[in-house]
């Protein structure tokens, strides 16, 4: 069988009236709700205090304590109860060398996957850019950088991206 | 004159077509925009004057909580209200932060015994007060990106002094 189709017949146009008032609401309601400035958050909480007993069972592995201590001049990263120094980064073009910092980081974060606490120990004089370049750097890896594929402590293979999230000013309180 | 444009209508003329196709182009693009710029976080800021945020890599959207705001002055506001300036001193704590901290966490404490008394009438209501509670400790603190980590460490320690131990440092996004 053959349909026939008319030939002659004008385009039918659609209504769009309805569907122009709707997107005209949708753009004043988006335009009282957009934030051009874009905002975002970082977080930090201020050091707690834990009491251990002698009879509690002490970790396998000693913790990785990790510290920046952050001058105008270098960071030094120190490890262990103890405050060795693990690694001094200097300036590079009259700014730190964040390259290395990450390198550094990245290194320690395969050894202790499952650590992400990290205490930052700013000099008075250092500026609050800076140390918001200092947390971004301590808390995600580069773009470019592969993610981090480790054994936690339980021997389980996990993935991240995240290196030390929970960030500490050690000397707030 | 009105009489003559009705007939000209009513004579059975072609009615006027409006080509709205380019309108429509741009209130496409116009809400493709829109759409994009649009932000989920509850936290409405207003950034006081001479304060530059310092840029970072975060992504994670602010929640509504007490704002603490330093300029490159050192001067301080609480939830947009100026309350002084900061002076330099061998103190740990800002006298003027911590007063004013004090009666906002009062403040708080209040509206979240009033929603708890109140019966909760309906979802919103329970969510609301939930919120309450989860940002009853937090502070976000918004401050010049030149201003020196000691006046940083003082509102720090100071905020945490008044029962605001939750620090939200607000960053500029996109960097």
Redesign the interface.
Known sequence: MKRRVKKSAAPCKPN?IPI?DA??I??FF??M??????????????PSVKTVSEDQPKDKKPPLNLTLEVSKSAIVMKTGLDGNIHKTIGLKDGNYDFDQLARELVTLKKGHVSETSIIIR????????K???I??TC??LPKETPSIVAKNDKGVTVETRSLFEQII?E??? | MRNKRFNIRKSGEKELDVD?TSL?DI?VI??VF??K???A?D?K?E?AKNID???????????MAVIVQVSDQKEIWINNRKIGRYLASSDEKIEILYSALEEEAKNQDKAIKELETTAPRDNNDKSALATRKANRKKV?IV????????V??KV??TS??AGF??????????F
């Open positions: 769009v122009l997107v005209f949708f753009i988006l335009l709700s957009a934030q051009f400035l874009e905002i975002y958050e970082i977080g930090s909480d201020a700013p000099d008075s004089k250092v500026e609050y850019k140390i918001v370049y947390m971004d808390r995600e000013f000397t707030i309180i | 709205i429509l209130l116009l809400l829109l759409l710029s649009y932000n976080s936290l800021l950034v945020l310092p840029k970072s890599k975060s992504m994670t959207l602010g929640n976000n401050m010049d990106q030149s201003v020196p980590y000691e940083l460490r720090m320690h945490a002094l131990p939750e620090f939200k440092f607000i960053v500029q996004g996109n």
